[in-house]
């Protein structure tokens, strides 16, 4: 019985051995399905990141970016600063579902010329289930849906950024019509080119972690020409026109400074070292951009003041954003000194020299110091000051691609609000008329008052 049986384990060991050959293609096989199944499926640490950063960015419009304005206006203008900015960032919202997402980033890649600036397909996001996922910087994956709701709320952002170039005196149905046109012919095809493979800016190599073009030099530069095309406020500058309420813009500034660690670390698309980077560049950019300006006011013979200190916030927060993974810490810390120097002398000296009545400065602090951001980000992406960069590009050859991106940036942003806002002027008109101004948006747009 018992060489019955070992005759027996012999006769088995051997069909084993004969099979297996035969059995290693097929399990390869299924190994290999495996794996591509596995690394299909978004990780959902990053995912959690992914959706905590998006709140985090509509965290920054409301309300902190309402915040921010409405206390920098003055009280009759309260409500109505704050409601445009709301519902900028809700009609945002639904354009970008509808064709936005498509022209930015559509499934769609069109060949030759016409690729450089848009996309297409995927209008109204079509194609588009909870199953679908979208390509992070690494082999990883994270939901479509996330992706497309972290994008949306930048250029909610961005729309919203440019009111307050135009606080105080732009009517409410003009902001309404104006925005689904910016949007259309600027914010999308600047977020695809710099943003998107096969874009122009993109594939020129232009670094932009987080938006220093898409974001703030676009709005800087459009809040600029529109408040060409709208004039001076009544009374400006001759009149004062002071803040109403700094706590309200206090707040609003420490929200925004919250916020934008889902905008910047969000923007790595995965919780990793490249989204700690971004964490700990935009603490220390910050802080160090709040510290000068308040030094610059004490250095000019003023107080360092609590609207100095807000401010430097945020100068710091726009040149960090376009370097936020592409810098070390110390590089960062340069940038928010440098930004919030140069924003500063905009800010006190060159708007009361040009006369341009910059509301609320997002031209003196969104547009230049995105500018001041992006150029530098060349500088401080170099291993020599701690950056990332592998030294592969020189610095004098990644400071032209900078230079380009910022030049193409200016133009596209600079033409393309001049068409909207004369497309609006000539139609409906952009400006309350004088009873209005005088007696404030609040009641004459609104029928409210901030307070009784």
């Known amino acids: 019985m018992k060489r019955i049986l070992l005759n027996a384990a012999a006769l088995m060991t051997g069909a084993v051995l004969l099979a297996a050959p035969a059995l290693a293609a097929p399990v390869a096989e299924a190994a290999e399905v495996v794996t591509e199944a596995v690394e299909a499926v978004p990780n959902p640490g990053n995912n959690a990141w ?5 709140v985090l960015v509509m965290l920054m419009i409301l309300p902190g970016l309402a915040l921010f304005y409405g206390g920098l206006t003055r009280s009759k203008n309260m409500l109505s600063t704050m409601t445009q900015v709301g519902a900028t960032a809700c009609l945002a919202m639904l354009i970008w579902v509808m064709w936005g997402y498509s022209l930015a980033f559509g499934d769609t890649v069109y060949e030759g010329t016409l690729g450089l600036f848009v996309s297409g397909g995927s209008y109204f996001l079509s194609g588009t289930d909870a199953s679908s996922t979208a390509a992070t910087f690494t082999d990883e994956v994270i939901s479509k849906y996330v992706f497309i709701s972290f994008q949306m709320t930048f250029a909610a952002i ?13 009517k409410f149905s003009a902001v309404m019509a104006f925005v689904p046109i910016w949007l259309t012919i600027v ?9 998107a493979g096969g874009g122009l800016l993109f594939e020129d190599g232009a670094l932009d972690f987080a938006g220093g073009t898409v974001v703030h030099i676009n709005a800087g530069i459009s809040g600029l020409v529109l408040a060409y095309l709208l004039g001076k406020r009544r009374g400006y500058p001759s009149e004062p026109m002071p803040p109403h309420s700094l706590v309200m813009t206090m707040i609003g500034t420490g929200l925004l ?13 995965e919780a990793d070292g490249s989204a700690g980077l971004a964490m700990i560049n935009t603490f220390v950019a910050t802080a160090a951009g709040a510290l000068t300006w308040m030094v610059i006011e004490r250095a000019a013979g003023h107080k360092g003041s609590a609207l100095g200190f807000c401010s430097g916030v945020i100068a710091g927060l726009v040149a960090v954003t376009p370097a936020a993974g592409n810098s070390g810490p110390f590089g960062a810390i340069l940038l928010g000194i440098v930004a919030s120097a140069v924003c500063y002398v905009f800010v006190a000296k060159v708007k009361a020299k040009f006369g341009y009545d910059d509301s609320l400065d997002a031209f003196g602090i969104h547009g230049v110091g995105g500018i001041i951001g992006a150029i530098g980000t060349a500088v401080v992406y170099q291993p020599f000051l701690g950056g990332p960069g592998d030294g592969s590009t020189a610095l004098g050859d990644q400071l032209g691609v900078q230079i380009f991106s910022v030049l193409v940036t200016i133009a596209w942003a600079g033409i393309g609000t001049l068409i909207a806002g004369f497309l609006v002027k000539l139609t409906i008109g952009l400006r309350v008329d004088e009873e209005a101004e005088v007696n404030g948006l609040d009641i004459s747009e609104h029928g ?3 307070y009784n």
Do not use: C, D, K, Q
Not at 50 to 54: C, E, K, L, Y
Not at 187 to 195: G, L, T
Not at 257 to 269: C, I, K, R, T
């Open 187 to 195: 914010y999308f095809p600047i977020a695809h080119m710099v943003w």
């Open 50 to 54: 992914m959706m905590t950063s998006t």
């Open 448 to 450: 409210e008052r901030a």
């Open 158 to 170: 961005t729309a919203a950024l440019i009111l307050g170039a135009t606080a105080e005196r732009m």
């Open 257 to 269: 400074w919250v916020g934008w660690f889902g905008f910047n670390a969000g923007s790595a698309l």
